[in-house]
């Protein structure tokens, strides 16, 4: 399983980004995706996640600012962030669950290398 994410850099506040987290070694289309973040010296915060069937889930705090996606023939899982926030700034991380569904958010079987996403301006 190899997951790849890219898209991250620097926006000022109000900007936008898009994640994509590139996965590989299982079939996609099949599993639960996701996205979490982690700010230095901070525990891992998950942001969304999409079920197999397309069922999105986020945290309140993104909620009609974040759009996460899949795209099962390109093996991808997308993130649209808009109207970005210094408080968004964290590196990102795309993860992959034991399903296609999930009990919990933070139990995920497999994540990326992160993508720094940084709000400033």
């Known amino acids: 399983v190899q997951l790849v994410e890219s898209g991250g850099g620097l926006v000022q506040p109000g900007g936008s980004l898009r994640l994509s987290c590139a996965a590989s070694?299982?079939?996609?289309?099949?599993?639960?995706m996701g996205w979490a973040r982690q700010v230095p010296g901070k525990g891992l915060e998950w942001v969304s996640g999409?079920?197999?069937?397309?069922?999105?889930y986020y945290l309140d705090s993104v909620k009609g600012r974040f759009t996460i996606s899949r795209d099962n023939a390109k093996n991808t899982a997308n993130l649209q962030m808009n109207s970005l926030k210094p408080e968004d700034t964290a590196v990102y991380y795309c993860t992959k669950y034991y399903s296609g569904t999930y009990r919990s958010p933070y139990v995920y079987d497999y994540w990326g290398q992160g993508t720094q996403v940084t709000v400033s301006s």
């Open positions: 999409i079920y197999s069937d397309g069922s999105t």
């Open positions: 070694g299982f079939t996609f289309s099949s599993y639960a």
